[in-house]
């Protein structure tokens, strides 16, 4: 059997011209963890909104597996509650008929053999019941830790084995992988043990995101970047992922990660790869992933008596956000009154390459901050001569170009404009694209995009394990510095420590407020 499936392709379809809707093989999406937040908010939605766009294939099924005393109906009835509250597309009866039908649950822990064993039992089943000719994407909606033990459970039921299913058997692991070097590559070995390593998928949403994506085309289909996208150019470049909420319910899980381990290992690092990037070969997934290792094996990091000024961390305080008062990260339920688990970091981080040589990168990330926010912003060295008096250009800043990846998902240039009137005064202005006025369609989910990926199979958009490795070899050592320090505090509702501005102010610059 062909890794499609079996399915025979349709001659009159060029299965390489990617601007045609692609429908994976007949298969079941297997969830473990499917009672918990990811998969309400985010996973369960994400199966609706390709149900409703007709991207999944005609034999498909839903499994999921968690610890609760569920039937398959009630399984549905959680399923549609989170459909209505959090998929992107309109709630239309018909396409939900078609998929309560395919929603099927098995109880049990991950500990408990004979749970492990009826889902192995059910999967056989489902190919004769639905079709799902024994291709199978496994999702570890699971805690990290739990990772090693439901990995050998899949090899212990033969699960994971191409052969003995006859079809495709993925796995899609959530991040953090691994909490550092040491525990990432120790389940890499496992994972990639239990599965053949290409069928490994790594999840990292920032990845799935359209503004993302459009970061390669920005740079890559476009003559007019990349002559000034060098340290010739760039003064610096400024990338911030900003969040008003706070930690939620995941006290547990936060404070034994911390924002470092959290984004900066992968969301940030994967934005500020695709922005350093040399343009790839082609577009296939090891060309990119070549690429983006490149960069990350490059970073540089603050070492020395530098890391006090360079490699900042913060938690936040009680505060004020939108007009109500914000507990502080010390109040929040399950959180140690003593944890020095930071909610903010800020560093500065350089990319030793002839491109970048001397550009520093500053990477910022936080909760409680004012407001949601992410973007990369390329800030442009000023003109090195102004024909115009001093007086003239007081109001012109660098110029700058700014990816807005969400909200308001979009693109800036800042460039300097002559005020009109008889006067000469050059200030300021902003040229907008904004994806929502440019296009009529809306920009899928990253989840929505990336689940469907998995199951045609496509790893473009999936971090590459050596990625993961060179991401944690950035982190480890700022970790060892961060242990040894308490993280600075900042109000909720402030833009973070003062010590974040401090690390940009001794170089002449200031963060962007976005
Ligand atoms: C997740 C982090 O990966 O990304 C969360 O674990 C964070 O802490 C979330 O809130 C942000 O995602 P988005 O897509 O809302 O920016």
New binding site residues.
Partial sequence: MNRTGGLPTNPLRDPADRRLPRVPAPCALVIFGVSGDLAHKKLLPAVYDLASRGLLPPGFVVLGFARRDWTDADFEAAARDAIQEHARTPWQEEVWARLAGNLKFVPGSFDDDDAFDRLSQTLDDLRESHGILGNAAFYLSVPPTQFPVVLKQMERTGMADNEASGGWRRVVVE??FGHDVQSSRELNELVDHVFTPEDVFRI???LG?ETVQNLLALRFANTLFDPVWNSNYVDSVQIT?A?D?G?GS?AA??DA?G?AR??LQ??LLQLLALTAMEEPVSFSADAIRAEKLKILTAVGIPEGDQRDLYAVRGQYEQGWLAGQRAKGYLEEEGVPPDSTTETYVAVRLLVQTRRWGGVPFYVRTG?RLPR?V?EIAVVFKKAPHLPFAETDTESLGNNQLVIR??PDEGITLKFGSKVPGSAMEVRDVAMDFLYGAAFTESSPE?YERLVLDVMLGDSTLFPHAEEVDASWRIIDPLEEYWAGHKPHKYRAGEWGPKAADDMVAVDGRHWRRP
């Fill in positions: 991040k953090p990292d949403h920032y995101k992922m969040e909420v930690i995941r899980f936060y990660t924002a959290d984004v992968n969301h909760k949601r992410t990846v969400q990253a």
